[in-house]
């Protein structure tokens, strides 16, 4: 077996798994305002940036070859029913027109979901103390079309609530968007991945967790079963959160399913391995590299990720 690893020719010619730019999606954070760049201190080397400046963010990337960015909102003020979701005027729509008339050719996905925009944090409408499910899939598809009439070429809706997909499907086919597809954050697994995210975001829940609407870690066939469903309702692309940790569920699903598979590489995944890069714990280079290696060896087609600005510049 050690006859074709003797040196780095014969590894390349023999490797079986490559990540290219074409893989990666670079998560971005926007709000309004003008000239802000904000470093985000849990996650080095990401920051909040107002609208030109995620303009400018973007073009980097698409110089580097990145073909795609998926938006996460900052608002002004949120509400109890996340009305911001939907605003036209919103940070996102406002990014997503900027970036369009910008440079056209890259990709926009916008992240759908409330938890930015709720001034409980939680990913819906709440009923008493929990969030409604069916109330809330009339905020996802308002807030879908509103991305959709900004012109984002995909929507991704990472809430979990019961039937969404469907339910915004239905939305955009009624708004005269049915070439807009859907990454539906199919198999989202709730827990401590994502405390980076939330800082970034502002979106911690002020009570309580998420575990009553998104899944239980310790599930595997029931994201199966959560993958099978949003086929059924229409998603044209399938997504595993978080990424490293979830490699046998995604793994599985690209065994057994033909849509595209995307994984999202979460912001404590991010951050463990940018921290310890600063303490001189690692190598940093490396290890990013063998990070998106492995999420793509598992069977993503696209990888969500942190990274992928960096990793553009460390294999130009």
């Known amino acids: 077996m050690r006859r074709l690893r003797a040196n780095p020719t014969l590894r390349r010619m023999v490797r079986e798994t490559h990540v290219t730019v074409d893989d990666l999606i670079a998560p971005l954070f926007v709000q309004t305002g003008a000239g802000v760049r904000e470093p985000i201190a849990s996650m080095p080397g ?44 919103g940070p996102v729509p406002q ?24 001034s409980h944090g939680h990913c819906g409408i ?9 109330q809330t899939l009339e905020l996802l598809q308002r807030a879908s079309v509103c991305y959709a009439q900004a012109g984002a070429d995909i929507v991704a809706p990472s809430d979990m609530m019961d039937g969404r997909v469907a339910a915004i499907r239905q939305a955009l086919d009624a708004a005269q968007y049915s070439e807009v597809p859907i990454m539906s954050y199919a198999a989202k697994f709730a827990g401590a991945f994502y405390g980076p995210f939330r800082d970034a975001a502002g979106s911690t829940p002020s009570f309580g967790d998420r575990r009553s609407y998104q899944m239980d870690a310790a599930n595997r066939r029931e994201a199966l079963r959560e993958m099978e ?25 690209r065994d057994r399913f033909d849509l595209p598979m995307c994984a999202y590489n979460v912001s404590s995944e991010y951050s463990m391995i940018k921290a310890a890069g600063q303490l001189g714990w690692i190598d940093e280079a490396r290890l990013i590299d063998e990070t998106l290696l492995s999420i793509k060896r598992a069977g993503a087609d696209l990888i969500i990720t942190y990274h992928a600005k960096e990793w553009a510049q460390l294999n130009r």
Not at 126 to 134: A, F, G, K, Q, W
Not at 229 to 253: H, N, S, T, Y
């Open 229 to 253: 469903l949003d086929i059924e309702e229409g998603a044209d692309v399938l997504m595993v959160k978080p990424a490293l940790f979830c490699l046998d569920i995604l793994r599985e699903a």
């Open 46 to 89: 990401q920051f909040r940036f107002s609208i030109e400046q995620a303009v400018l963010e973007a073009r980097e990337l698409h110089e580097l070859g990145l073909p795609a960015v998926i938006l996460f909102g900052i608002p002004d003020s949120k509400d109890a029913t996340g009305t911001g979701a939907y605003d036209a005027d």
């Open 126 to 134: 709440l009923h008493e103390h929990s969030v409604d499910n069916d």
């Open 95 to 118: 990014a997503i027109r900027a970036l369009k008339s910008a440079l056209p050719e890259m990709c926009v996905i916008a992240d759908v979901c409330a938890c930015e925009y709720t």
